[in-house]
């Protein structure tokens, strides 16, 4: 019969057709096959990290720098960017989602039978947690139906990737595992397979039926069962595929291929990388070129919105301008230029800072991205509004004096740094700083106070300018715990605090007085929280007496009392007096009060006095009560 030309052409374009469609699943295929390895490397590492690490991992040559990152930020949901490193993002999962749901999510996106270490490392990353922790919690876990063992529990996957073969009629079997006939037909030759003698050669048989594309798992069990009859175990088959990892691959939603769907994927992943030239780079050819000047850094308005982009996506996080500058402006540590470029584009950033807010250092934010308290005084370090006191006679208590009324010991004492706080502090170079503290110091020894440690804080009142970046008001810094992990902290210089040390100060017992050191790192953003069980004499509190200071301040909060009453109901607890620094501490546990005021009182009256160091209280001198001496030094209000 002859073929008209409009049939042939319809014919053609039939085939063009599916000659494209076929290449778009090839395409499909060989990027899933790429997700998974790059997800399975990252999940063997453990850890953030680098393109050149990963790819070592996954031990595949044909797969260049250039193309895994094109694949990973072509899939946003399945990897992220972390300081220059890779990371998976089931790793920032919620931490406070039950850790069975978290655990089958894993396992899920995995896509394979998961190793046990592997799934206890993944959970202690998740939560935050130790790894060992994991060890009993996991395999108790894992023996829910849901999942099957592999190896002795070894590997674990999930039963619903297993042909379910409790129905009693095949249409129900097929119903109850999400299977259909028309599923079924396209391997209808499968009946013929030897399940008996070599299961493991049908079932390659079987995949490759699939004409390079992966096989559900459950259709391949389903003529296994027919073939072996009551002989049929989907775990042992499953078991036996696993077991050839260099043939078999499994990937996500219980699908096998083989080798050669891998082999038509590394043809895809060399034409996609031919096109990439990011991370690549050229041969030296035989002849040395002449060396062209390096060209500075130029910031075009297409570059501009990238960067806008790129930082708005990393939403509460920090950016350092390194990682912009090798993610986005594809200028590496290599150049030539890197160094004057780093220069370049920080300067850029501070110019358009209503798109890029500096943190210190090399480090940016998008805007309205940093916690909404900071700027803030937290209410219970204000100092409280007192109303007037007077004695039976009239005579007004709480009255605040000129230094010229203070001693020199006295004033001495005020000007310690440790004596000092947020809001009641001193010019830096008044300030009378410890040994050892200084801007240049490695580290300096800090001494933490109850109020701090309530929120949180710490005031920069005892941190020398310059220790810390000086600039801009807000800076971000890295704080390292005892166990390496960095947490991010807020330096504030507006409101004279460091905000976001509360999980720091969880394992410290002592409520007033611990000593901890602060150590700078390499990295000007980057510090070491170090903390020995040591405490401050003036500072510390006992347990004991905390809870006596925290009843009389509840005594204190029902009904108007007088400063002076609090330092005459301390010192005499303190029969041989204290330190004007102890002294300062507990009346500050029992309400906020300034170091002038409470000098102010000890120097006001004379059953207050000071011998060697040592505040007393004279109970028969306070009918004497104020020193009228120190009249003429009472600040008017």
């Given at each position: 019969?002859?073929?008209?030309?409009?049939?042939?052409k319809k014919t053609t374009g039939k085939k063009a057709a599916a000659s494209a469609e076929s290449q778009t699943a090839v395409e499909g295929l060989a990027q899933e096959i790429l997700v998974t390895l790059l997800h399975r490397a990252l999940v063997r590492l453990g850890e953030p990290s680098r393109i050149s690490?990963?790819?070592?991992?996954?031990?595949?040559?044909?797969?260049?720098?250039?193309?895994?990152?094109?694949?990973?930020?072509?899939?946003?949901?399945?990897?992220?960017a972390v300081d220059r490193r890779w990371d998976i993002t089931e790793r920032y999962l919620d931490k406070q989602a039950p850790v069975s749901r978290t655990l089958q999510e894993i396992v899920t996106l995995y896509g394979a039978a998961m190793p046990l270490d592997e799934t206890c490392a993944e959970l202690a990353?998740?939560?935050?947690?130790?790894?060992?922790?994991?060890?009993?919690?996991?395999?108790?876990?894992?023996?829910?139906?849901?999942?099957?063992?592999?190896?002795?529990?070894?590997?674990?996957?999930?039963?619903?990737?297993?042909?379910?073969?409790?129905?009693?009629?095949?249409?129900?079997?097929?119903?109850?595992?999400?299977?259909?006939?028309?599923?079924?037909?396209?391997?209808?030759?499968?009946?013929?397979?030897?399940?008996?003698?070599?299961?493991?050669?049908?079932?390659?048989?079987?995949?490759?039926?699939?004409?390079?594309?992966?096989?559900?798992?459950?259709?391949?069990?389903?003529?296994?069962?027919?073939?072996?009859?009551?002989?049929?175990?989907?775990?042992?088959?499953?078991?036996?595929?696993?077991?050839?990892?260099?043939?078999?691959?499994?990937?996500?939603?219980?699908?096998?291929?083989?080798?050669?769907?891998?082999?038509?994927?590394?043809?895809?992943?060399?034409?996609?990388?031919?096109?990439?030239?990011?991370?690549?780079?050229?041969?030296?050819?035989?002849?040395?070129?002449?060396?062209?000047?390096?060209?500075?850094?130029?910031?075009?308005?297409?570059?501009?919105?990238?960067?806008?982009?790129?930082?708005?996506?990393?939403?509460?996080?920090?950016?350092?301008?390194?990682?912009?500058?090798?993610?986005?402006?594809?200028?590496?540590?290599?150049?030539?230029?890197?160094?004057?470029?780093?220069?370049?584009?920080?300067?850029?950033?501070?110019?358009?800072?209503?798109?890029?807010?500096?943190?210190?250092?090399?480090?940016?934010?998008?805007?309205?991205?940093?916690?909404?308290?900071?700027?803030?005084?937290?209410?219970?370090?204000?100092?409280?509004?007192?109303?007037?006191?007077?004695?039976?006679?009239?005579?007004?208590?709480?009255?605040?004096?000129?230094?010229?009324?203070?001693?020199?010991?006295?004033?001495?004492?005020?000007?310690?740094?440790?004596?000092?706080?947020?809001?009641?502090?001193?010019?830096?170079?008044?300030?009378?700083?410890?040994?050892?503290?200084?801007?240049?110091?490695?580290?300096?020894?800090?001494?933490?106070?109850?109020?701090?440690?309530?929120?949180?804080?710490?005031?920069?009142?005892?941190?020398?300018?310059?220790?810390?970046?000086?600039?801009?008001?807000?800076?971000?810094?890295?704080?390292?715990?005892?166990?390496?992990?960095?947490?991010?902290?807020?330096?504030?210089?507006?409101?004279?605090?460091?905000?976001?040390?509360?999980?720091?100060?969880?394992?410290?017992?002592?409520?007033?007085?611990?000593?901890?050191?602060?150590?700078?790192?390499?990295?000007?953003?980057?510090?070491?929280?170090?903390?020995?069980?040591?405490?401050?004499?003036?500072?510390?509190?006992?347990?004991?007496?905390?809870?006596?200071?925290?009843?009389?301040?509840?005594?204190?909060?029902?009904?108007?009392?007088?400063?002076?009453?609090?330092?005459?109901?301390?010192?005499?607890?303190?029969?041989?007096?204290?330190?004007?620094?102890?002294?300062?501490?507990?009346?500050?546990?029992?309400?906020?009060?300034?170091?002038?005021?409470?000098?102010?009182?000890?120097?006001?009256?004379?059953?207050?006095?000071?011998?060697?160091?040592?505040?007393?209280?004279?109970?028969?001198?306070?009918?004497?009560?104020?020193?009228?001496?120190?009249?003429?030094?009472?600040?008017?209000?």
């Open positions: 019969m002859a073929i008209t030309k409009s049939a042939e690490e990963i790819l070592r991992e996954v031990g595949d040559e044909s797969i260049t720098p250039g193309l895994a990152r094109h694949i990973m930020e072509a899939h946003p949901r399945r990897f992220a990353t998740i939560y935050g947690r130790a790894r060992e922790y994991f060890d009993d919690t996991a395999t108790r876990l894992l023996r829910d139906p849901r999942y099957f063992p592999l190896d002795n529990g070894a590997f674990h996957g999930l039963r619903s990737w297993l042909l379910d073969t409790s129905a009693e009629r095949d249409d129900d079997v097929l119903f109850y595992n999400y299977l259909s006939r028309e599923a079924l037909e396209p391997f209808k030759a499968a009946t013929k397979l030897d399940w008996v003698s070599d299961p493991l050669q049908a079932a390659r048989e079987f995949i490759v039926m699939g004409d390079g594309q992966p096989v559900d798992n459950r259709l391949l069990q389903w003529y296994a069962w027919k073939g072996l009859k009551d002989d049929f175990d989907p775990i042992t088959l499953y078991q036996m595929i696993h077991a050839e990892s260099l043939e078999f691959t499994a990937l996500p939603d219980h699908r096998w291929i083989i080798g050669d769907s891998v082999d038509a994927a590394r043809a895809y992943w060399q034409s996609i990388a031919g096109q990439l030239s990011e991370f690549v780079e050229e041969a030296p050819s035989a002849e040395p070129a002449v060396e062209q000047p390096a060209k500075p850094l130029e910031i075009t308005d297409n570059d501009y919105a990238e960067l806008r982009t790129y930082v708005a996506g990393r939403e509460d996080e920090f950016v350092t301008v390194p990682d912009l500058l090798s993610n986005v402006l594809e200028v590496g540590p290599g150049s030539r230029t890197f160094d004057a470029d780093l220069q370049t584009l920080s300067a850029f950033l501070k110019e358009h800072s209503d798109d890029f807010v500096w943190v210190g250092t090399d480090r940016f934010r998008a805007p309205g991205t940093t916690p909404p308290y900071l700027g803030q005084l937290p209410e219970s370090l204000t100092f409280p509004e007192l109303p007037r006191f007077e004695t039976a006679d009239g005579e007004i208590l709480d009255q605040m004096l000129a230094d010229a009324a203070f001693d020199d010991a006295l004033i001495e004492e005020m000007l310690d740094s440790v004596a000092q706080d947020v809001n009641d502090q001193e010019d830096q170079a008044r300030t009378r700083w410890p040994e050892g503290v200084s801007a240049t110091a490695s580290s300096i020894r800090l001494v933490l106070k109850a109020h701090h440690k309530e929120i949180g804080t710490f005031p920069l009142a005892q941190i020398p300018r310059g220790f810390l970046p000086a600039e801009p008001n807000i800076v971000e810094l890295t704080v390292n715990d005892a166990a390496g992990e960095g947490h991010s902290v807020f330096v504030d210089y507006n409101v004279q605090l460091i905000y976001g040390l509360f999980e720091f100060y969880a394992d410290i017992t002592a409520e007033c007085g611990a000593v901890f050191r602060l150590e700078k790192t390499d990295n000007p953003a980057v510090y070491n929280f170090k903390y020995g069980n040591e405490t401050d004499n003036g500072v510390f509190v006992s347990p004991h007496r905390y809870d006596e200071l925290t009843d009389y301040r509840n005594e204190v909060e029902n009904g108007p009392v007088s400063t002076y009453d609090i330092v005459r109901k301390i010192l005499d607890h303190y029969r041989k007096g204290c330190s004007f620094l102890t002294l300062l501490t507990e009346v500050n546990l029992v309400r906020r009060t300034s170091r002038r005021l409470l000098a102010s009182v000890l120097s006001g009256y004379t059953a207050f006095h000071e011998r060697a160091n040592r505040w007393t209280f004279d109970p028969k001198k306070e009918p004497e009560g104020f020193d009228r001496r120190k009249a003429g030094y009472i600040i008017k209000k």
